[in-house]
């Protein structure tokens, strides 16, 4: 396999957004101190979240790309799912990290994420590229596991 500059730009596009996950879910734990409710929190990002994205839709795509309301009837229901398991772990997250720390609920988040996306992987859920699980994945799957293991912080 050769590397092209698709890949290299995708890796480093994906590593940065990976690298943010920790902060956006530490502020967002802030955010839930200083208005005493994680769903009040959640509400905030989910606002600022929809403000960004449409702007660089329309800075991206202008502003006749904005969806319209029958183009909602194409997309088959499960899609929307999607913003439900959203709201779900920022809620998660936002609650948990200040009760076992942000690491720990990183960590934990990283678990689920593994186990998730192997089973996807493996069944070509939701239209994912098939993958089965092999030897050599399970090795490789068990060995983050571990490492995520030990990296946790006692509380």
């Not at 502003?63 to 194409?74: E, H, I, R, S, T």
């Not at 999607?82 to 690491?103: D, E, N």
């Given at each position: 396999?050769?590397i092209?500059?698709?890949?290299?730009?995708s890796t480093?596009?994906?590593?940065?957004?990976?690298?943010?996950?920790?902060?956006?879910?530490?502020?967002?734990?802030g955010?839930?101190?200083?208005?005493?409710?994680?769903?009040?929190?959640?509400?905030?990002?989910?606002?600022v979240?929809?403000?960004?994205?449409?702007?660089?839709?329309?800075?991206?795509?202008g502003?006749?790309?904005?969806?319209?309301?029958?183009?909602?009837?194409?997309i088959?229901?499960?899609?929307f799912l999607?913003?439900?398991?959203?709201?779900?772990?920022?809620?998660?997250?936002?609650?948990?990290?200040?009760?076992?720390?942000?690491?720990?609920?990183?960590?934990?988040?990283?678990?689920g994420?593994?186990t998730?996306?192997?089973?996807?992987?493996?069944f070509?859920l939701?239209?994912?590229?098939?993958?089965?699980?092999?030897?050599?994945r399970?090795?490789?799957?068990?060995?983050?596991?571990?490492?995520i293991?030990?990296a946790r912080?006692?509380?």
């Open positions: 396999m050769t092209t500059n698709f890949m290299i730009g480093l596009l994906l590593f940065a957004a990976g690298f943010g996950i920790p902060m956006m879910a530490n502020l967002n734990a955010l839930n101190v200083k208005l005493s409710s994680p769903f009040a929190a959640v509400v905030v990002l989910t606002l979240t929809f403000v960004t994205s449409s702007i660089v839709l329309m800075l991206t795509h502003v006749g790309y904005l969806p319209k309301a029958n183009d909602f009837n194409a088959p229901p499960v899609y999607a913003g439900v398991f959203f709201v779900f772990y920022i809620t998660s997250v936002t609650w948990a990290a200040p009760q076992i720390g942000l690491g720990n609920a990183i960590f934990i988040v990283l678990l994420q593994l998730s996306a192997t089973v996807i992987d493996h070509g939701f239209g994912a590229i098939q993958s089965s699980i092999t030897p050599k399970i090795l490789g799957l068990a060995v983050m596991v571990i490492g293991i030990l912080k006692e509380v």
